[in-house]
């Protein structure tokens, strides 16, 4: 069983920012697309942002230029940089890691929790 550790997170206010981190084991990391996934109240969950091991990152269309994905080597750990936040970023975000090679075995943390209020 693959451990992806979240932190980060909570509450913030619109047009702040928040970050998430996502820490994983070194063999995941250096293999795996790293990436951010979101799900709210009664909908779907959806893609935030991915990063592959080659630095290709791809963004949701309601994130593109508020929110940065980024990773820091030495850490293993892979971060979300949320800017200009809206209440509709509400949600559960979950770190993933899905296998480049094996595109059905991805891993998920178990989530934390944003929410966007005044």
């Known amino acids: 069983q693959v451990h992806l550790a979240e932190s980060g997170g909570g509450l913030g206010q619109p047009g702040g920012s928040l970050t998430l981190s996502c820490t994983t084991p070194r063999i995941i990391f250096n293999i795996y697309t790293m990436g951010w996934y979101r799900q709210a109240p009664g909908k779907q969950r959806e893609l935030v942002a991915t990063?592959?091991?080659?630095?290709?990152?791809i963004y949701g269309d309601s994130v593109k230029g508020r929110f940065t994905i980024s990773k820091v080597d030495l850490k293993n750990m892979v971060h979300l940089q949320m800017d200009d936040l809206k209440p509709e970023d509400t949600a559960i975000y979950y770190c993933?890691?899905?296998?480049?090679?094996?595109?059905?075995?991805?891993?998920w943390g178990q989530g934390t929790q944003v929410t966007v209020s005044s």
């Open positions: 990063l592959s091991k080659n630095g290709t990152t």
């Open positions: 993933a890691a899905r296998n480049p090679y094996y595109l059905d075995t991805v891993y």
